[in-house]
């Protein structure tokens, strides 16, 4: 049985949250004298000098209306790492008691962060065609173990994740089972933001970085149960999101249907740019993706990165992970971009290519 209480640290259970200016008088008053700002203004031309909202309502509110979610059912984030971070202090014990699960390869922040919190790493690898490894996941889960991270689709081999074996683990394992969704604009599955009602151990992690295109904003989600919600607002930072974050981000969600027609454009141009790689003596297997980019084997990743770069096109070289051996990782561009890389690769011969050491 899943509960709450037993999850979370002690010293979580025991906080008394810090209590904002802003928390302590919500009226409406002429004469805020309660928070040391600086009451003349801001060198700026438009005014920052108050204290944002510590809960980010007005935002909430309207990705409540995007996503059809309620708004006490949103924690915003400084970018989807701040809600990961945030999972790893409230409820893994530090120093070699409490274990996370993770599924390689998959997004590297998940174990960066568990080591900056001192938390134990499980690793169950995907399986070759990059699924959960159900049998290696139930043997790898003990009493200690409070999350799993799912990433799906899955960065940074960009296929989804079978819905039926998230849903076995939601209804199996008493922790909390992680969602990430940043890529899920771009994917023909199904988001789980739907299930929260369904599921009190899922979290599901969505962001402005990819298909919004604000990751120089830093705006990331996670979606739960209000449960959970409740014990990341206690251990956020009070002010984590900036009023011009703020405001920003609120009129970006003005713009749907211009973020639906780039993500239907990116999607085409995808699938026009697996097909052009596919093409490429160098390219050995172009996999499927979900998301807005691919992963592609290749014959020299090494080499081919190296090519890249000295005319000027950076992609991302992932041979070096689990499972991936030879991989690029590409990010869609613009028409122009990917039109301009695959023109690029065409022109690279490895018998004239000098050969990069190791
Ligand atoms: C890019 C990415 C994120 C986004 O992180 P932000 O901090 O919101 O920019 C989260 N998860 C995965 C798997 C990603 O690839």
């Excluded at 490429?280 to 770069?309: C, E, R, W």
Aim: one cysteine or more.
């Amino acid at each position: 049985m899943f509960n709450l209480e037993s999850l979370l640290r002690e010293n979580i259970k025991r906080l008394v949250p810090y209590s904002s200016a802003r928390d302590e008088f919500k009226g409406e008053a002429s004469v805020f004298l309660d928070a040391n700002e600086n009451s003349f203004g801001s060198p700026l031309p438009v005014n920052y000098n108050r204290y944002p909202d510590p809960m980010q309502w007005p935002l909430k509110y309207k990705l409540a209306d995007i996503k059809g979610v309620p708004p006490q059912n949103i924690f915003i984030g400084n970018g989807s790492d701040e809600a990961i971070d945030v999972l790893f202090r409230a409820f893994c014990n530090p120093g070699g008691i409490d274990n996370v699960v993770l599924c390689p390869p998959t997004y590297g922040m998940y174990e960066v962060s568990a080591h900056i919190n001192d938390v134990i790493i499980r690793k169950v690898s995907l399986t070759p065609d990059f699924q959960l490894d159900i049998e290696g996941l139930q043997q790898a889960v003990d009493e200690n173990t409070k999350l799993i991270f799912i990433c799906s689709p899955n960065n940074p081999t960009g296929n989804s994740i079978h819905r039926s074996d998230i849903e076995l683990l939601l209804n199996n394992f008493d922790g909390i089972v992680v969602v990430d969704e940043a890529y899920i604009n771009f994917s023909r599955q199904k988001s789980f933001i739907q299930e929260l009602t369904e599921y009190p151990n899922l979290v599901v992690l969505q962001t402005l970085s990819k298909a919004w295109g604000l990751a120089g904003l830093r705006v990331g989600m996670a979606f739960a149960g209000e449960e959970i919600i409740n014990v990341f607002n206690k251990v956020k930072p009070p002010y984590n999101i900036g009023q011009a974050t703020q405001e920003l981000a609120l009129q970006a969600l003005d713009n749907v249907a211009r973020v639906n027609e780039w993500i239907r454009e990116i999607v085409i141009e995808r699938d026009l740019l697996s097909a052009g790689l596919e093409q490429l003596p160098m390219v050995l297997k172009v996999y499927p993706s979900d998301a807005n980019f691919v992963l592609a084997q290749t014959t020299d990743a090494k080499g081919i990165y190296h090519f890249l770069t000295q005319r000027g096109i950076v992609v991302r070289d992932r041979s070096k992970v689990e499972l991936c051996m030879g991989c690029l990782r590409i990010t869609v561009g613009t028409p122009a971009e990917n039109l301009q890389l695959l023109e690029t690769l065409k022109s690279y011969n490895p018998k004239t290519e000098t050969p990069v050491s190791a």
